[in-house]
């Protein structure tokens, strides 16, 4: 069946980076983009940003412009998130999700922890 | 950035009761408009897209409405399942979600 398995659990601390993982299957993943989310304790969605598992091409949001990188290897049907220079308010559980417009599919989410 | 703004924060239902969730967009974005629910520990399902359009394997019970900058998703008869924190976001220009409503058992 279609799904996407995300890396563990990651505990970082301040000023660091951390890449997670988001693996493909059950479909054509260039095929479909992959957007990435994520949700601090007790707050709302955000969207961070997007890649075209296709052709590569990247959009961030503004709020994380310059911090956050998407990759993808499609031979590994596998997209990354890097998010740099880490900082308490960057603990939250972090997605990839599918996209179809809307966002059907989702990771499990991982939660990313920064402490020192 | 489209803003999304919910309302209420929480809603305090009883099981079998209606439940009506509202979603402003801050911009006209047409029908552009989803409805995902999650449930603690939990990664959002989608419910609803196109504002009306129920996604595969979603119960008749819930349903939306709404187009421009005015949505709402009404769960007819709330079941102990349906329990749970309900996200709108808009995919007209990028993504943006609200803030969310919990609906509580009351």
């Known amino acids: 069946q279609v799904q996407l398995v995300q890396s563990g659990a990651e505990v970082k601390e301040p000023g660091a980076s951390v890449k997670v993982s988001c693996k493909a299957s059950?479909?054509?993943?260039?095929?479909?983009?992959i957007h990435w989310v994520r949700q601090a304790p007790g707050q709302r969605l955000e969207w961070m940003g997007w890649?075209?598992?296709?052709?590569?091409?990247?959009k961030y949001s503004q709020k994380f412009q310059g911090r956050v990188t998407t990759t993808r290897d499609t031979s590994a049907s596998t997209a990354y998130m890097e998010l740099s220079s880490l900082r308490s308010e960057d603990t939250a559980v972090y997605y990839c999700?599918?996209?179809?417009?809307?966002?059907?599919?989702w990771g499990q989410g991982t939660l990313v922890t920064v402490s020192s | 950035e489209i803003v999304m703004t919910q309302s209420p924060a929480t809603l305090s239902v009883s099981p079998g009761d209606r439940a009506t969730l509202s979603c402003r967009a801050g911009?006209?974005?047409?029908?552009?408009l989803a409805w995902y629910q999650q449930k603690p520990g939990q990664a959002p399902r989608l419910l609803i897209y196109?504002?009306?359009t129920r996604a595969t394997g979603i119960p008749a019970r819930f349903s939306g409405s709404g187009s421009g900058t005015e949505f709402t998703l009404t769960i007819s008869s709330l079941q102990s399942e349906d329990f749970a924190v309900y996200y709108c976001?808009?995919?007209?220009?990028?993504?943006?979600f609200g803030g969310g409503t919990k609906v509580e058992i009351k």
């Open positions: 999700a599918r996209d179809s417009g809307t966002l059907p599919i």
């Open positions: 059950g479909y054509a993943f260039a095929t479909y983009s």
């Open positions: 890649i075209n598992t296709g052709n590569g091409n990247t």
């Open positions: 911009q006209s974005i047409s029908n552009s």
């Open positions: 196109g504002a009306s």
């Open positions: 976001q808009q995919y007209n220009n990028w993504i943006t």
